[in-house]
């Protein structure tokens, strides 16, 4: 089982830059795949980014690419997402989920485990 607990947001201005992470408990966090999805009122859960568990491989939604960086530490448990040049658009709460696929997968209904999340607001 992986329990996922999410951090760091808040409030920042358009330009401005976050840093989430998400805690994990479960001895087997090393063997899953990490991704962070978001969801803005009244649309739906879209993925952000995903990390393969060797922290080596990574994909990024086009909306975010050269802006986001998602980054793990194993040994911590731990996963970040760095978001940087952040747009009033990057406003949503931020989930972390986990998945044992071995694809990088971009889908919501493949990962297993979801944390709570935390909201990024990002003003304009």
């Known amino acids: 089982q992986v329990q996922l607990v999410e951090s760091g947001g808040g409030l920042v201005q358009a330009g401005g830059s976050l840093r989430l992470s998400c805690a994990a408990s479960?001895?087997?966090?090393?063997?899953?795949?990490m991704g962070w999805f978001r969801q803005a009122p009244g649309k739906e859960r879209e993925f952000v980014a995903v990390i393969r568990w060797t922290g080596v491989n990574t994909n990024y939604a086009d909306s975010v690419k050269g802006r986001f960086t998602i980054s793990r530490d194993n040994a911590k448990n731990t996963v970040s997402l760095q978001m940087n040049s952040l747009k009033s658009e990057d406003t949503a709460v931020y989930y972390c989920?986990?998945?044992?696929?071995?694809?990088?997968?971009?889908?919501?209904?493949?990962?297993?485990?979801w944390g709570q999340g935390t909201q990024v607001t990002v003003s304009s």
């Open positions: 479960g001895r087997t966090f090393s063997s899953y795949n």
């Open positions: 989920a986990a998945t044992p696929g071995l694809v990088l997968t971009v889908t919501p209904s493949s990962y297993k485990y």
